[in-house]
């Protein structure tokens, strides 16, 4: 498979092993972050299991639910209804045709995402990933029993490397497969002698042995891309596969695009090396502990409350029965109650400072994972709430998070809308385009088709428009105020754009393009010179009837067409 440079699949085993140091200092980390927030995640080299000593050790679920609370409202708010719109490249805008032809493919991506595609239950993982380690990879491929197939990296097997200006360029993934699975993917005749071995033994257990690969996706320069002789080895994304026990490539690919799409919550120390992202879980991280702690203390003292110790008189002969309904007799005759035996140290106020100490933590834990932006009311009886109090507290909540989701469009939805865009195209999934659209490439049997440019109409789109827009907001209400003394003021103002931006979330089909609102408004217009003409007319002919030049009964009809 790479007769072409046989050195390559030990090379690319060696570049992972750089990748994998350079990753190290970030793992301890991830680990305590998975042992308080995602304890089903992040296992280091053994994969994690349910039942395991990690979730026993867990007192306090407020982190996990917080983290949870915010990959929700991430999807929610970024992945609605007509998220997304495919549009024109900039020099095509001004032609109907094109803009009718992604429209279409507008409502087929939205559509494929939505109902053949595992989409939703992918970002949602990756989400979890990003609040919680900062740093999760997405991957996209053509399917096989659907349209697109998504996956999401396990954090802890892949590395990633950045290009010159810090976006993620490189993405190695280690993963494991059976003899069976390797040439389901492979196929036989690319696989290494002790994969074929395990493939053709009786042996049970040798047939289930896992073997390590390392699927290797990075740029290719210049000088390996031949582009007149094409294919997949001269795509500008390599795609390599390789066992690495005997480095061997096992598959030699390309992709037109980046095919996983990494993206931080925030860069730990962006330009100066430290490429894996920070998150708020980082932040949470001590006060998570800390509740985890205090819950077990918690625990302690309300079984110590509820089994108190009991103070044994010296005198007082045999076993105390502190069973329900028991009946303990005691030496009386020093007095009522001198050796009975009594509970101590059940008392005290430990108890309601700890409660005091647990709420603090608990809150401070939901602020860092932004809790009250997407449960707002969860503690309110909506009383005495107007609607300009939850105006601004909505935008005090999201200009906190606002750089998270703006590294969104560039490193995740940018990158996989092209990606998905590409694979629709070559699957066949949208209708032909028209020929203006299509660049002819010398020597090529079938052109190119550039890609589109991405509109984005999410809740958080939303909210971030309106944001930036409260200023357009109050200059309406005065505008409306003005208007009750003189309506002519709205002629001061453009009312297309608000509109079409109100209207920017709803699916495509509700909003009328552009070329066909102009051609109503001009048939309108020409109708309406068309009545003011014929009012004329119809004028000229009742003043040139008073004088007798027409007969009146014409100009009665005139004037009956004007009306």
């Given at each position: ?219 290719r320069t210049p000088s390996e891309i031949d582009a007149k002789a094409g294919g997949p080895l001269n795509m500008p994304v390599a795609s390599v ?323």
């Amino acid at each position: 498979m790479s007769a072409e440079n046989p050195q390559l699949g030990g090379e690319l085993v060696q570049r992972w092993g750089k990748m994998c140091s350079d990753r190290a200092p970030w793992q301890t980390l991830w680990q305590q972050i998975a042992d308080y927030i995602m304890p089903r995640k992040f296992g280091g080299a053994a994969p994690t299991a349910p039942g395991t000593a990690r979730e026993a050790r867990l007192f306090d679920t407020t982190a996990i639910h917080a983290n949870t609370v915010l990959a929700n409202g991430q999807l929610s708010w970024a992945h609605g209804d007509g998220w997304f719109s495919l549009q024109p490249p900039a020099k095509f805008k001004n032609s109907p045709s094109a803009k009718k032809w992604f429209q279409e493919v507008t409502e087929i991506t939205r559509d494929l995402l939505a109902n053949s595609s595992n989409f939703q239950t992918a970002v949602h993982e990756f989400y979890l990933d990003r609040s919680a380690f900062g740093t999760a990879a997405l991957y996209v491929e053509a399917g096989k029993s659907r349209a697109l197939n998504f996956q999401v990296f396990p954090l802890g097997a892949f590395a990633i490397e950045e290009d010159e200006e810090g976006t993620v360029d490189t993405v190695f993934r280690e993963f494991k497969l059976t003899a069976r699975q390797a040439e389901s993917k492979f196929g036989r005749d690319n696989l290494p002698k002790k994969i074929l071995d395990a493939l053709d033994s009786k042996d049970a257990s040798r047939k289930q042995a896992q073997f390590t690969f390392i699927h290797c996706i990075y740029p290719r320069t210049p000088s390996e891309i031949d582009a007149k002789a094409g294919g997949p080895l001269n795509m500008p994304v390599a795609s390599v596969y390789v066992a690495t026990e005997d480095k061997t490539v096992v598959s030699h690919s390309g992709y037109l695009e980046m095919p996983a799409m990494v993206s931080r919550f925030l860069e730990w120390n962006s330009g100066l090396g430290g490429i894996y992202g920070w998150s708020p879980a980082w932040a949470a991280l001590p006060a998570a502990k800390q509740l985890n702690s205090l819950q077990m203390w918690m625990d302690a003292l309300a079984e110590k409350a509820a089994f108190p110790p009991i103070l044994k008189p010296a005198s007082h002969e045999g076993e105390i029965d502190l069973s329900a309904g028991a009946i303990n007799e005691y030496d009386d005759s020093n007095g009522l109650g001198a050796a009975m035996p009594k509970e101590f140290e059940s008392g005290g106020r430990g108890y309601d400072l700890g409660l005091q100490r647990i709420q603090e933590r608990q809150n401070e834990v939901n602020r860092h994972f932004f809790v009250d932006l997407f449960q707002m009311f969860r503690d309110s009886d909506g009383k005495n709430i107007t609607a300009t109090f939850v105006s601004a507290k909505m935008r005090e909540q999201i200009a906190q998070i606002s750089p998270s989701f703006s590294r969104l469009k560039n490193e995740l939805h940018g990158p996989l809308l092209n990606r998905v865009f590409s694979i629709c195209l070559q699957q066949g999934y949208y209708p032909e385009p028209p020929p203006e659209l299509v660049e002819r490439i010398e020597g090529a049997a079938l052109g190119n088709i550039p890609s589109p440019l991405i509109g984005y109409n999410s809740r958080f789109d939303l909210e971030l428009r309106a944001l930036n827009g409260s200023a357009l907001e109050q200059a309406m209400m005065q505008l409306q105020a003005f208007g009750a003394f003189d309506p002519s003021v709205t002629d001061n103002i453009r009312f297309d754009e608000p509109t079409r931006d109100a209207f920017a979330n709803l699916p495509v089909r509700y909003l009328r393009p552009i070329d066909e609102r102009d051609s109503i408004r001009k048939a309108k217009a020409e109708q309406a010179q068309q009545q003011a003409q014929m009012m004329q007319a119809a004028e000229a002919a009742k003043a040139a009837g008073s004088l007798g030049k027409l007969d009146p009964a014409n100009v009665e009809k005139l004037a009956a067409i004007a009306q």
